[in-house]
């Protein structure tokens, strides 16, 4: 396997990785190709790796689900 870090590509190689890696980016799907595109534009530009630009998504992303409600302190100091 060959490496995917940006010292070891080219730009038209990081643009194949990206493409191949998101499937249909003709525009041709629901839409949601530009978004993932632009997503990744600093990968294929050389100022992010694919590892960065992954990690700082999902720090962003957020389930929707709650936590528990505190109903109060057991403590009865």
């Not at 995917?4 to 191949?20: F, G, K, M, P, S």
């Not at 249909?24 to 530009?34: E, L």
């Amino acid at each position: 396997m060959k490496s995917i870090l940006i010292a070891d590509t080219t730009r038209e190689e990081r643009e194949q990785i990206v493409a191949e890696s998101i499937g249909n980016i003709d525009g041709a799907c629901d839409g949601c190709s530009p978004g993932l595109i632009g997503m990744y534009q600093d990968y294929i530009e050389g100022r992010r790796e694919l590892r960065e630009i992954n990690m700082a998504f999902n720090a962003r992303y957020t389930s929707g689900a709650t936590g528990p409600d505190r109903a109060g302190c057991d403590y009865a100091g």
